[in-house]
T-cell receptor, first 117, second 115 residues
């Protein structure tokens, strides 16, 4: 499809397991963002990619969280040794990211809902 | 610190009534401003944005917002609510940070529309 695609749409895991969440951005979009949306809260910024480099990792909550991106394509968010507080919807968005200023809009995927038991 | 504040986690209106969702930002330099809407079980989609130029911007589904620099506000309005407007609305601002920008979101306002 032409939009941002995320998988899996739903993931239930046991505490202590590792999970991988995948994001396929819109073709040609150089900027890619991961956000976390916990129940009753707003969107929490996690990490930003420009191409395959991540100039801003400041939002990653702990060293259990990591992300990578292959070129200007797929990104994977990995959570190691999951905890119950990691339960949330993880949203990916992409943008044309013109220059160094975000003047375009973000296009969001439908999210990956993670439940840690 | 740069931030976005949405006043009211829930707003209830009757169908046909005015919708007003409030958003304020905190920044020494006016950012680009956005409103996104999230319908149940769907991703966020852009309603409207302010970058430069006219301070009153119109978006989809009859929504509009006005940028007021003196009040550091970007409130979202719609003259007449429709049942289909029930959703969660997020205000966002694009702040510059070390030569690049990211979107900072408010906590969201759930709009409830009653018949």
């Amino acid at each position: 499809g032409a939009g941002v695609s995320q998988s899996p749409s739903n993931k239930v895991t046991e505490k202590g397991k590792d999970v991988e969440l995948r994001c396929d951005p819109i073709s040609g979009h150089t900027a890619l963002y991961w956000y976390r949306q916990r129940l009753g809260q707003g969107l929490e910024f996690l990490i930003y990619f420009q191409g395959n480099s991540a100039p801003d990792k400041s939002g990653l909550p702990s060293d259990r969280f990591s992300a990578e991106r292959t070129g200007e394509s797929v990104s994977t968010l990995t959570i190691q040794r999951t905890q119950q507080e990691d339960s949330a919807v993880y949203l990916c968005a992409s943008s044309t990211g013109q220059g160094s200023v975000l003047s375009g809009e973000l296009f969001f995927g439908e999210g990956s809902r993670l439940t840690v038991l | 610190a740069q931030s976005v504040t949405q006043l009211g986690s829930h707003v209830s209106v009757s169908e046909g009534a005015l919708v007003l969702l409030r958003c304020n930002y905190s920044s020494s330099v006016p950012p680009y401003l956005f409103w996104y809407v999230q319908y149940p079980n769907q991703g966020l989609q852009l309603l409207l944005k302010y970058t430069t130029g006219a301070t009153l911007v119109k978006g989809i589904n009859g929504f509009e917002a006005e940028f007021k620099k003196s009040e550091t506000s970007f409130h979202l309005t719609k003259p007449s609510a429709h049942m289909s407007d029930a959703a969660e609305y997020f205000c966002a601002a694009s702040f510059m940070n070390s030569g690049y920008s990211t979107l900072t979101f408010g906590k969201g306002t759930m709009l409830l529309v009653s018949p």
